[in-house]
Every structure is written in C-alpha cells, then in structure tokens.
C-alpha cells in the first residue's frame, strides 16, 4: 500500500435490507449493503482493498475481469477466515472497463453471491475520457440479478431450482423507476444472477453498445437486444432526448419489466458517442490449441471440464508466459439442454468464432465471460503476459462451478 493507491476498507457482513416494501430481508454484504460499494479506480494507480470478515464462514474477494497478480486473485482455495482482515492489492494496468468484485470461496461462491457478496468495479483512463461519453451522474452501473424472496422476506436459496427465482432486482430493487432528462446516458449493465439469461429490450428508443466486458468497442453499435449470460457485462448508451418529456421508457426482460426510465426534464448535453471508440489492437499469433469440453454428467450428479470436477491440487492447463492461446470451448449438453458460459479469470479474450461464424460486433471486443449454447463450440483467443501462478478457469453459472465445473490453469 504506497502513497499512490487508494485504500477502500470494506467490512463483509451481515446486514437486514428492505428488498420487497415492508419485508425485511437479510443479506450478506460488503459493508452490509446488498450491492455492495461501487469502486473507481484510475488505470495506472494501484487499489488496496482491505476486508474484514465479520462471518461465520470463510469468504474471499475476486476481481472479475481483473488483471491481477495470482496472489490477490481471489483463488478459490485462498480465503479469509471468520475474524480475519486480509488486503487485496490491485494493480489497475489494464485499460477503462467495468469489472466487477464477488465471492470465490470454495463451494460457497454461489449462495455467497446469492446473498448479496457482489459489486461493481470501474476502472477510468484518459482514453475513454477523451471521448466525452456520458459521464459523472449520468453514468450509471446496474447490476441485475434474480432472487426467490420467500413471505418472511428472506432470501430462498436453492441451488437446484434456479429457474425458480422470479422477482427481477436492479441495483437490489424490483422494478424501479429512474428519473432522467432529456439527454443521454451511459448504462454499465452487469448479470450477477446465477442462473437466469437476461434478454433486454427497449419499449421505444434505441440502444447503442459501446462496451463488453472488458472495454470499450472500437466502434459503437445499434443493438435491439442485449444479451447477458451470468459474470457478463454490456455498455450501453441511450438517449432520452429522442423522447419528450413525460415519456416513460421501459427496459425489459423476456419475463417483464426491469426498470422504467422516466424523461422529467430538459437538459443540455455536451456528452457524445463519437464514430470510433477504443480501437482493439491486432490478434497475436497463437501457439497453442486447447480444447476444453463443458459437460453435466448424471452418474455423479455433477458439473464437469473434461470430464473431470474441480480440484485445486490439480494444475489442469500449464500456460507459458508471454504466449498465445487458442481455447476450443464446447458445451456437450445437448440431451439436457443446459446453458454454459466460460470464464477465464487473469486475461481479457477476444472471441473468434461461434460454431465457425465470426462474433458479431457486440461480442468482437475484449470480453473475459462467453456464452456457449447447448451443443455449440466458441474459439477464444487470450495472451498470457505478466503474471504466473494458478488462476481458475470455469463455467460462470455460479451453481455450475461450485458443484465442479471449474478448473485451473498456471501461467509458469
Ligand atoms: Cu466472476 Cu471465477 O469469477
Ligand atoms: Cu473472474
Ligand atoms: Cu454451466
């Protein structure tokens, strides 16, 4: 912790939360909130994050999308005990892009995330600045996710009935509503559910993307729909002033609303959505192929990579620093339909191909979580660089990893 980093203390606790009006809920949160703080950090000045476990259990923080030393990774198998304040040092090298911090602990990821043990962090730059995108108060991160809420208002966990979670939660409230004027606005949306596939629409309007999960796009895009599998996150610019004011506009999911947006005021606008973004720099050759094979297996009631459930003594993938990799990423469940995604943690990849066909815009820029349809194969490419040590690679269906669709390699 030098004179350069920002230090943010965050007590992990138990908290109560009104989720559902007059029902109190009890969560777990980093400092007690629900969605937990959102962090800004700066490209090129470090972070320390100091946590305290107030728990019972054990628990640990990781920084998804990070590019992160293995030792503050947030490994599964490296978590603090209850009592115990542990500082996680994050280097912020890698450019602008909305990441965000959750749970990794072993087994215990999925109803810890569950619970509340998820935010956002942003890291800012000078680049993206320069661009002039909506910005300050008119740049917003929502994390969306589901929930079962029972009569008593607590929070209902069962990691077998995921299809089961049917209220819709924006930044921790059902189906809110913003007040926005008339200009436009930058959307971080993150899905932190662990099962549910958000499918977004606007009712009038248009969204543009202009960002993935690991940054900005080289060029902004029209979009109708956003699609969000678990751990992704999607940025979007939308502009109110196509609306007159009165106007409600409604951000929906295939199951109904999710928040409304209400045009209140005029505004002027100085921000703007120039023709190019950040531009994505050539693919490096790649010296490596590695196939890597999602697959539910009924005999043992458990998730699997390459036939096998996670072990952390176990080194699955050993990458060599410096290199290019290719990684074949193919979901095997066909017979019972299950959805995948894949997630690597330390790198940010580029998308290479779905079944053969080229990503579309949206999911041609840095992206670290891609979802795999039953029966379908992406192609990954990712440089290894920087760091060594044993990161965690794995489906990002959280109930999936914890029940052994996880794996790990180490960058040596
Ligand atoms: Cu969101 Cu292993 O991470
Ligand atoms: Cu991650
Ligand atoms: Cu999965």
Redesign the pocket.
């Known amino acids: 912790v030098g004179a350069t980093s920002d230090l943010y203390q965050i007590p992990v606790r138990a908290a109560t939360v009104e989720i559902l009006p007059g029902l109190a809920t009890p969560v777990v949160g980093y400092n007690g909130q629900f969605v937990g703080p959102t962090i800004k950090a700066r490209k090129g000045r470090s972070v320390a994050l100091q946590v305290t476990n107030q728990l019972t259990k054990p628990t640990n923080v990781?920084l998804?999308g990070g590019f992160t030393p293995a030792a503050h990774d947030g490994h599964p198998m490296d978590s603090i005990a209850p009592g115990v304040t542990r500082t996680y040092a994050y280097p912020n090298l890698q450019h602008a892009a909305t990441l965000w911090y959750?749970d990794?602990s072993h087994h215990a990821e999925a109803e810890h995330i569950y619970r509340g043990l998820h935010g956002f962090y942003l890291i800012e730059d000078d680049a993206e600045k320069a661009l002039r995108l909506p910005s300050g108060q008119y740049d917003i991160p929502i994390l969306l996710r589901d929930a079962l809420i029972g009569a008593d208002g607590s929070l209902v966990f069962d990691p077998t009935d995921g299809e089961n979670r049917p209220t819709i939660l924006a930044n921790g409230k059902p189906q809110p509503y913003l007040r926005v004027a008339a200009r436009r606005y930058r959307f971080r949306l993150l899905n932190a559910s662990l099962h549910r596939i958000f499918r977004l629409r606007l009712d009038r309007g248009q969204m543009i993307q202009i960002g993935s999960d690991g940054g900005l796009l080289p060029a902004p895009v029209p979009v109708s729909e956003v699609k969000l599998t678990p751990?992704e996150r999607v940025e979007v610019v939308i502009d109110f002033g196509t609306q007159p004011v009165g106007t409600r506009v409604v951000l929906e999911n295939t199951s109904g609303p999710v928040i409304g947006f209400d045009v209140t005021s005029t505004a002027t606008d100085d921000s703007r959505v120039p023709d190019q973004l950040i531009p994505l720099p050539a693919l490096p050759t790649p010296t490596v192929t590695r196939d890597v094979a999602l697959s539910f297996d009924p005999s043992k009631l458990a998730f699997t990579i390459n036939g096998k459930t996670y072990d952390a003594t176990r080194v699955d993938a050993q990458v060599v620093n410096g290199t290019t990799e290719i990684w074949r990423v193919t979901n095997r469940d066909t017979a019972f339909g299950i959805d995948h995604n894949f997630?690597l943690?330390l790198v940010q990849f580029r998308l290479l191909d779905r079944d053969g066909v080229p990503p579309t815009p949206g999911e041609a820029g840095w992206k670290d979580t891609v979802h795999i349809p039953p029966g379908s194969t992406v192609r990954v490419q990712a440089t290894f660089a920087g760091f060594t040590g044993k990161y965690?690679f794995?489906c990002?269906f959280p109930e999936h990893?914890s029940f052994g669709m996880m794996a790990q390699f180490e960058v040596v």
Do not use: I, T
Request: avoid cysteine.
């Open positions: 990781h998804h959750h990794h751990g997630h943690h965690a794995h990002h990893s």
